[in-house]
């Protein structure tokens, strides 16, 4: 493993709050001087990288990946997720339970956790099952799945509606120091549902939920959250209603933090209007109003984390009618280009975008990586974010294609990728 300096970048640092001209000296995997200027310290026996005013960040730290293995191969593999992680500038994704057979004992986890570390070039950590099944009846072994590797524990988009369950796995993961990921959402009023209520989804004819539904699970989950104590992260917070409940939340002192999914940052419902399978996620594209709220939460803090909440879904998946088609879009390659667009309409600055993309997940699960600080491991990427291309979902790296930004003008390039100083990615 060579010396690396990296000279002439535009130092993009989230935990400074920095852009500035500078360089950075990688050794041994991790980051061991920087300092401003372009041209840096001599360095004789380091490999010098002139990235010719190109941003240098810190990798990508991706919760909520769906890597399909096991059960779904066809749709994403370890390795067809690894390399779309890596050209996306992605150095850690946090992998779903949420396949099939669900990974809810030590033994499943074993085998995704060997399979990720023999096809994988990024880092992967993976979470489990908070329930046996993602059932919602009876909680996993957490301590033997943390034992295993398990970073976190969630069932995904599957309530635990049952709530002496969801208290006593609170209390249970409370005890043993672990994060659990939650889903807000009142799933009586959302089950079945394909858009977010409103005049569009009545004229559009699709059966809708009201955003309330998501204020209604969120409140639920912190009343939990003030009996047990817990550490808990809502995975996507996507409406201006659910915010004041965060709020006050993060106000009384509970350990509460929260998400939202680059595509509800960039879409809104009215991109459903022809019907476009791509576009259907969960939970369903939210109106402008709701968007704009959200990308101001981002703004302050209130919301931590953007994902990509990367789904991968066949073609027979999603060419069917709307409200039949299956939810979800990929989205480990347009993660940054999308989250680009909020920095080209200047809602949004570099150091905000990788607060909430690196440094804040990273902090979430305790991770050293999402820095730029002397001793991060280097875990990088460098990229050019004014390069504009038009987005064909056929080049894309995952098994899967259902991006909702197919044929659509991008701004901002991935040009290189490393994972503990070692390139996984060059842009030819």
Known sequence: MSDILFTNARLIDPEAGTDAIGWLNVSDGRIVARGDGAQGPDAPDAERIDCGGKCLAPGIVDIGVKVCEPGERHKESYKSAGL?????????????????????????????????????????????????????????????????????????????????????????????????????????????????????????????????????????????????????HADQITTARALPALERAKRNGLDITAGTSIHHLTLNELDVADYRTFFKVKPPLRSEDDRQAVIEAVHTGLIDTISSMHTPQDEESKRLPFEEAASGAVALETLLPAALRLYHAEQLDLPTLFRAMALNPAKRLGLASGRLSEGAPADLVLFDPDVPFVLDRFTLKSKSQNTPFDGQRMQGRVLATYVGGTPVYRRD
Do not use: W
């Open 84 to 232: 779309a992680a890596a050209a996306g500038g992605v150095t850690t994704i946090i992998t779903r339970p949420d396949t099939a057979p669900v990974i809810d004992t030590p033994e499943t986890l074993e085998f995704v956790t060997r399979r990720a570390q023999a096809d994988t070039p990024v880092n992967v950590l993976p979470m489990a099952a908070l329930t046996k099944g993602r059932e919602g009846r009876e909680m996993t072994e957490i301590g033997f799945l943390l034992d295993a590797g398990a970073v976190a524990f969630t069932d995904c988009d599957h309530v635990v509606t049952n709530t002496k369950v969801f208290s006593r796995a609170l209390t249970y993961a409370r005890s043993c120091g672990a994060l659990v990921i939650a889903h807000p959402q009142e799933p009586g009023l959302s089950n079945g549902a394909a858009a977010t209520s409103g005049k569009f989804a009545a004229l559009r004819g699709l059966a809708s939920v009201s955003p309330m539904a998501e204020r209604m699970g969120l409140d639920r989950d912190i009343a939990l959250l003030e009996m047990t104590g817990a550490k808990y």
